[in-house]
């Protein structure tokens, strides 16, 4: 795999009353530029001893390189302009066994190690971005470059923000019949540098974000299905999760803060989904039920910075026709979001107190398909 990106971007004033003889209004009064480049080659092997297993291995190697520079525009000269480059080399192991015990059941097994880098958000000021004259990028290192005497801008390195190093552990299993069909999984993923929100967000009411420096997912996820009877079928999954910090010592403008053993936030403890279907000729109708476990808004793991659990129902129905008024079909469709018009908070942050982000209540959705 080979990509490339670059970005370009720029501000303008609208509109302004008085402006120097000495500036063109069409200016942009701040621009910088990105470059992004990777390249990731794998080899993969499959190994099967005999015909009920199979086993997989595979390597990547992720080549990554970042280029940011504030390019002079406005007030964005000498040393209030950033630039920075940074490099980013991975290697992805992953092991894999499937064994088909019958036609019908299964289990599996899976190891693997992965990283991803932190994004251009996680590379700037907590507070503010590049757009914002006199703020720094989050690096430990400036080195100052010049053209004779005078400052062209300030190039910085060792991002202060690292990449994030996963251990993923999986075992599962599976059972698949005509009437009845489940999948279950159990996982562990080990964390290191993971970037986690805070809790708070920044002026553009972005979530806050830094590296934890160990913490843990673990958790359960079945789904299934069951054919029943009369044309109605039983649909449904769940996950039970623990998600929290290992060790995590937070550094604030006030102190530090122990954070281990602590939840991570707008982690939900549980989600579940479950559908009954019903299917007659050409009319189908199906009740879906989503239930959201109680998600932590900040790392203090207090009971009044939570969004409450909640659940919601759902309503879908269709219609579908033969040939009718000359066209080869016809179907309607009627969707019906949050039957029951419950109030409730899918997601929201902590900044003194609780903000919430509130849901839509009950909505329709209403689609008229034809084929000609």
Not at 64 to 92: C, P, S, W
Not at 128 to 138: I, N
Not at 326 to 335: F, T
């Amino acid at each position: 795999e080979l990509s490339t990106f670059a970005s370009d971007h720029f501000g303008k004033v609208l509109w302004a009353k008085y402006v120097s003889r000495t500036r063109n209004p069409e200016d942009p009064y701040y621009r910088y530029k990105g470059e992004k480049f990777w390249v990731s080659p794998f080899v993969n092997v499959l190994y099967q001893p005999f015909r009920q297993l199979t086993l997989t291995g595979d390597v990547q190697y992720q080549y990554k390189t970042y280029t940011f520079m504030q390019r002079q525009a406005g007030n964005f000269v000498g040393e209030l302009r950033n630039a920075y480059d940074v490099v980013y080399h991975f290697i992805h192991p992953r092991l894999g066994m499937n064994y088909n015990i019958n036609p019908s059941l299964y289990a599996f097994a899976y190891i693997g190690k992965a990283s991803r880098e932190p994004s251009d958000d996680d590379l700037f000021d907590v507070w503010v971005g590049p757009d914002d004259l006199g703020k720094r990028p989050l690096f430990a290192t400036a080195d100052t470059i010049r053209s004779g005497s005078a400052v062209e801008y300030i190039q910085w390195s060792d991002p202060y923000a690292k990449p994030e190093e996963l251990v993923d552990i999986e075992l599962g299993c599976g059972y698949h019949r005509e009437v009845v069909s489940f999948d279950v999984t159990v996982y562990q993923m080990i964390f290191r540098n993971e970037i986690v929100p805070y809790g708070g967000v920044d002026d553009d009411k972005n979530p806050i974000k830094g590296n934890a420096e160990s913490t843990i997912h673990r958790g359960l996820e079945i789904e299934g299905s069951l054919n029943l009877p009369l044309n109605l079928t039983i649909e449904g999954n769940i996950s039970a999760s623990q998600n929290y910090y290992q060790k995590f010592i937070y550094h604030g403008w006030d102190g530090k803060e122990n954070y281990s053993g602590n939840s991570i936030p707008l982690f939900p403890r549980y989600l579940a989904n479950f559908w009954i279907s019903y299917r007659h000729q050409t009319l189908s109708a199906s009740i879906s039920l989503r239930s959201v476990g109680k998600q932590f808004l900040d790392n203090t793991q207090k009971d009044e910075r939570i969004v409450d659990p909640y659940t919601v129902v759902g309503l879908d129905l269709s219609w579908e026709s033969g040939r009718l008024w000359g066209l080869q079909g016809m179907k309607i469709h009627l969707k019906i979001n949050n039957l029951l018009d419950e109030k409730y908070e899918t997601s929201g942050y902590w900044d003194d107190e609780r903000y919430l982000y509130p849901a839509a209540g009950r909505n329709y959705i209403a689609i008229l398909s034809t084929s000609l």
